[in-house]
Each structure stands twice: as structure tokens, then as C-alpha cells.
């Protein structure tokens, strides 16, 4: 929100002023009420291993993060630009492998990648897309510099927030919403919902649409009510599907009902127990089949996962100069691949200043956030990078930027990122700004809220 | 498109009928307690008032439980176990749980609204607990469960499409509703079945084991087809008139008593207008009614047989004469009619909530 010297940023410029007039009270009212409003429409995630009826909210903050929207523009086109490149990859990496035989990178990181689904070689989807719903994680360093944290391409979650964000500051300061011209969000559903009946296996006019969800004890269910409901399409668990002949049916009152598209929200793991993991009871028997067949189709695709993996990363901007024949518009954040030694040295010396992540993990998992660790955390981190190098890669820390957030002492700056949610059908599409959230403790620099971070308003800010 | 009848998962409407009864079982629930609580204010022995707890119990076949896990009855441990013991799946506790739950399973179906009134009743729930609401005023505890059902209904109607959601919905509604009022009414006359207690002096041998269900024979020559409420001497016996009093209050129908019978309060009136009535929401008929009238809109290709028995049901509550289904004792009817309540439940998971190609 403010530049080096402590000024405003000319976009917060007009919150600010309204801000500086509230009073503390007015805003701790303020901030209860949305705290209850929250708790009342169920916006809580489950608590594992927690006693039972354990529910969190993931903490609101109320000051939202802006973005001008000539900004916007320009991350827009950079987002189109990447998840195009991605599903171009990822079509290519079943089909024929152009990417990897031209030498852009190592076959083997490929095939012998965990998340490189054989199952999918040769098999044609809807479309050619695979990644339908995009997530791709931003962070800001210095002004208008943005650099792809992550693309998260399986089952991103976090457009509720995004949703009920905004609802929510609409509700406490409707004002605010009458003084800035704040482009509107609300309207992602549609998009979402008409991109997946784009996408219906050929031949099918008016498909029917369903949300896969694990069931009500998973993280993210609100998100998945929450978008069955507002979408008008039935929220369906692995045991009200099944495979019948050449398709896959719904349970239903009045007898089975086919299913033409699937949004699951299921990893590839546990799809399909008789092609994954066969321990998995969240999935339906037979499923994989069906889709190979192409009578029904799955958002997002099955191996999309081989595109958003750490060690995949560092490639995309080839990616992009390889099937558009264009120039990246968003940057890396630079990448050290542990598995080149080269980089190895590189990361093994200067441990305090990076931070190092697992290739496979998420969720800010499985990583060494270098400048705030422990001497006894890199060493013993160092370890585990010496035996397993192909398993990290690492990443200097960015000045990354932060956003005025309300803590315990008052208002202090922390840490924000930005999840952009991309859609991607017959055209790609997404609504203005994305999910931020906000790294609540100090200095923190993992956003995650399984690690305790929050999350914003964001607000795209038209001239 | 537009007069297309919607299907829904057979999951789904399994969750809307259940969080439908759950409500309406919390709401009536507290309604027993309630009259339960106020007939043991009347002058009494505690043997008597001991009884009247005793018979709601089991009634609502929980008195096992109870006596596992109390050794004496207080009005505290009751209304404890009836209102927040986890561990009884009777509770008002565990039945506001198991509606929210439910309805969190098919969020995704309910509108909005629905949905937060039934977060928004569970989580008040932990708090009027938490402050002691129950000990301090436990009719104000009352009044409130009440009112969250009422509200709950109101909400479904008021925002719900009239689709199979909503008529799984009122199905769950009605049919726990024809359960629970034959249960409150079944308090009352197990009681009576069981034999008149002398009013206390003190000196009188008082029963206060749970009586086995045991019908005393009222027809024919032995006298009124039902205890009429009065002594030999034809005096109003005052303790009868409170505790039916209590009854109608406690489905709400004292007001509408005095106006359909102009009269004073006999026990075969309470049962004709509980029972029979069909303008009387809570009674049995009204319940059954809508009951008929819901599956009718559900109706598929194996639910005859469950429409045939309920709509037999109906027929004899329509036609019947409160003397005559009252002949076998009025105990003895109830407890036929909560069995064939019982079955039609059973007969609508079969018919709706399991699907067919599971029971093959």
C-alpha cells in the first residue's frame, strides 16, 4: 500500500483518506460483525483430528488490497498467456512430445515424474483443455513487478473466499463501494458454470453438470456447496456416482441420470480405486475408463498435475516462447533446481537467504523458509537436500509487498499474495483480481491457511 | 424445461427429510419437556410429579438409558439428559446437531437461508447453553427451540422451490410431527392406563416403576369410554383439568379447544381434536394429511404401497369416530399408530432414499 519513502500509493489514496475517519471502535465493531456473519453463513473449514463440531474461520481482514486497473490489465493478459501455454503443454506432453524432444527439458523429468499420469497418454479431451480452473499464485515486488509464485492447475480452492470477501465489505462498509468504482466479482459462478458445459463431450447439447466433492468433513466442502449451490448443480460424492455400461450415472430418486461433466474437486489419487488407490472410497469405480472413452468429461483433466509441480516450473516460461511464439508477460520468480549440481552448490551455500521447497508438496508444506530459520532447521534441512536433491527447489525471498492488516497491536503491515482464478473452455475467462491472502504473523512470509494466514478483499480499482 | 420435474440424489433427499425430523422432533421435544415441567409445579406428591417425568421418558422409550446413567430422578437430571447429553441421541442438543449436520451435507441444495437458519439456530444453541439459559428460565429455554422450528418452517416455504427438495422437506416434517404428537398425547394416557394414583397423603403405596403397558379395560359397562375427568360424585377432578390443560398448551391448541367445543376440557374432546381434527395443525389427521399430500407430489414408480398405507391411514382418521378408535384404548391406538408411522418411514427410505440399483 505505500511506497518505500511511506507515501500512499495514489490507488489507496481515497480508502485511506476514509479510513484515517473511522473511529478504532467503529472498525472493532465492525470486525466482530464479520466474524459472526461469517460463523452464521458457515464459512468455516473442519479441523482434523480436532474434537468433534471443531470449526475455524479463516481470519477476515477488512482493509482490502487494491489493485489499479491498468495493473490488472496487464496481469490479465499475462495469466491468459501462461494457463494457454500450460494446456498446450500438457496436451503435448500426452500426445507427442514436441516440447520434450525439441530438448526443452529432460524426457525423464517427465515420465518419471510422480504426477505424469501414462494413463492419459493418447487419450483426447474436450476441447484439448486440460486445466480448466487455473489458480495461479502472484506475488508483488516493487511497483507493478509481479512474478508467478506457483500455478496451481489440480483442484485450486479459494474462489469462496474471494466471493464471500466481497460480500462481506459490501455489507459492513457499503459506502466505500459508493465512493470507489470497484469492479465487480459476483459473476464468477456464471463464468464458471458456463465454461463447464462448454467443455460436454461432443455430441451433448444440454449437459448435466456436477460438483464432485470428498464430503463434508473435507477442508474446502463450504467452497464446494457453496459453488454447487450457486451454480444450480448437484453436489455429488463418489458413492451417488456410477459406471454403467459406456457412462457414468447419478443416484437419483427417480432412478439413475447421466452425468456428461464432472468439476471434481478430488485429487487424481482417488478418483478411481480400480485405476489409483485402491484404498480410496471417495472416488467411483470404473470413472477413469469412461472418461478415456470420452463420454464424460473431468474439470480439471487427469494429470494436470505433471504441469504445476515445483520441478515443472522453471520451464513454463519456455513453454510460452515454444507454443505461442511469444514473449512471457509475467516472469518467474528465478529458480534454483537443486537437481542441477551447478545449483545444488548454489542453494547449499546460501541456505539462510532462500527458501527451499519440495517439489510434490503444497500447501506450504515441506519447506525451509531460509531467512527465518533456525541454524538447527537449515542444517538439518541440508540433510534432507544432500540425499534427495531432484526432490527441492529453491527461490531467493522477494521483497515482497505488503498490505496495512489489522493484528492484535492495531494495524501493521504484513505479507499478501494473489490468487487469480483462470478459466479455460471454449475461451478463457475470469473475473477481476482473485483471492489475496495475507501472512498474519510478523515478517511471515507463507500465506497458506493451514500455516495461519488470512485473507482480503481485493479490489480491482477502475480510473 | 420450465415444468420439468427435477430429479434429486437419493443422498440429498435422504438429508432433507432428516433434517427436517430432526427440527421438528427438537421443536416437540421441547414441547413435552415444557408440560412435563409445568404439570410438576401443580400441587402434588413427589411420587406423582416423579411419574409424570417417568412417563415422558418413556414414552420416548429413553427411560433405559436414563436409569443407566442416573441413579435417581431429578428435575435437573432429566431436563439435563433431554435437553444438551450429547450421548443421548434424543437430546434437543443431539437433534439440533443432527439437523444443522444434515443440512450441511446438502447445502448445496437449500437455499441460503434455510441453510443459516439451521448454522445459526446450532450455534445460539452452544451459547444459550453456555449461559445457563436452561437452569435460570428453562421455559424461555423452551420457547426459543420452539421458535427456531418455527422460523425453520417458515424460512422453507418462504424461499424454497416447490421441487422434490421441499417436499422430501415436508414429508420429514409431517411424518415426524404424526410421530411426536401421538407421543405427547401417549404420555397422558399411558398414564392413566397405568391406573389412578391416589392423591397423595403420604401414606399410599405409590407405583414408580416405568409401567409396563398394561390397558386398563374402559368400555362397555364398566363405565365412560374414557376417564372422564371426574370424580363419582361428577366433581371436576382439578388435577385432570390441569394436566390436559397442560397437554393442549403444549401442542398449542388450548385456544383452539375453547373455540371449536365452546366447553369445558374433557379427555375424549382432547383426543377427538388431537387426534381427528384435520384443521388442527399438529393433530394426527392434519399431520397424516400432509403427509399423503407430500408423497403424492414424490410419487415414483415403487412408492404405491407406501402411498396405499398412508393413505389408508388417513381414510380411518377421516372417517373414523373418536369412540370407536378409542374402544381398544386409547394407549392401545396409539401405540398402533406410532408402529404404522414408523412403517411408512421405513417403506419411504426403501421407496426414495435408497436407490434401486444399491439393493439389488
Redesign the interface.
Known sequence: MYVAHGNVRPHYGSFEGWLAGQSDDLMRLKRTEADQVF????ITFAVYGDGA?TERLIPFDVIPRIIPEPEWRFLEAGLRQRVRALNAFLHDVYHGQDFLRAGHMPMEQVLRNSQYRPEMRGVDVASNIYAHIAGVDIVRAGAGEYYVLEDNLRVPSGVSYMLENRRMMMRLFPELFVRNRVAPVEHYPDLLLENLRSVAPQGVDDPTVV?LTPG?YNSA?FE???L??QMG?????G??L?VQDTGVY????????RVDVIYRRIDDDFIDPTAFRSDSSLGVAGLLDVYRNGRVTLANAVGTGIADDKSIYPYVPDMIAFYLGEKPLLANVPTYCCRKPEDLDYTLAHLAELVVKEVHNAGGYGMLVGPAATRAEIEEFRTRLVAQPDNYIAQPTLALSTCPTYVDSGIAPRHIDLRPFVLSGKTVTMVPGGLTRVALREGSLVVNSSQGGGTKDTWVLEA | MATERRTMLSRTADHLFWMARYIERAENTARMLDVTLTTSLLPQSPQQAERGWRAMLGISELQPRFDAMHETMSVPAVLDFMVRDPDNPSSIYSCLQAARENARAVRGSLTTDVWETHNYTWLQLQSQLSEGLLQSDPKQFFEWVKFRSHLTRGVTIGTMLKDEAFYFTRLGTFLERADNTARILDVKFLDEAAGPVPVADGQVQVQVQAQPIVVAPRAGANGPVLSSGTDGNGQPHYLDYYYWAAVLRSVSAFEIYRRVYRDVITPLRVAELLILRRDMPRSLAASVDEVCANLEQLKNDRSGETARRAGLLRAELQFGRVEDLLAQGTHVFLTSFLERVNDIGQRISQDFLVPPEMLR
Open positions: 460463523r452464521r453463513v458457515g463440531g460438483l463434508m466442502y464446494h456447496a457453496f454447487a449451490q448443480i448437484e453436489l455429488v460424492e458413492k451417488d456410477f447419478m443416484r437419483t430418486t427417480r432412478g439413475p441420470v
